[in-house]
């Protein structure tokens, strides 16, 4: 059974970190490509960060370049989400998403984790 398992949300004043860690199981880990989105209330989910199969290449939004690590650890089947200098405008429903590396393949979702950052 496929499972994406996000957690390490919650509250946080502006400022602050978080890390989101997403615990993966069921599949080839280290064969996808992982990424974060956010979907923030009454707006469109969007693509925070991606990571590649193996971590060497990695991309942010803007919004978050910078504030933003994505990494990975492949041994773990666990992708996480370093989140420094949190800004209200990144409270969002925090969602990773697992993509097959090559074409055609399937893709997962996890269920998300809540980040509310207070100002």
């Known amino acids: 059974q496929v499972q994406l398992v996000e957690s390490g949300g919650g509250l946080v004043q502006a400022g602050g970190s978080l890390r989101l860690s997403c615990a993966a199981s069921?599949?080839?880990?280290?064969?996808?490509?992982m990424s974060w989105y956010r979907q923030a209330p009454g707006k469109e989910r969007e693509l925070v960060a991606l990571?590649?199969?193996?971590?060497?290449?990695?991309s942010y939004v803007d919004s978050v370049k910078g504030r933003f690590t994505i990494s990975r650890d492949n041994a773990k089947n666990t992708v996480y989400l370093q989140m420094n200098s949190l800004k209200p405008e990144d409270t969002a429903v925090y969602y990773c998403?697992?993509?097959?590396?090559?074409?055609?393949?399937?893709?997962?979702w996890g269920q998300g984790t809540q980040v509310t950052v207070s100002s």
């Open positions: 998403k697992a993509v097959w590396s090559g074409p055609g393949g399937p893709t997962y």
């Open positions: 069921g599949f080839t880990f280290s064969s996808y490509v």
């Open positions: 990571i590649t199969t193996a971590g060497g290449r990695t």
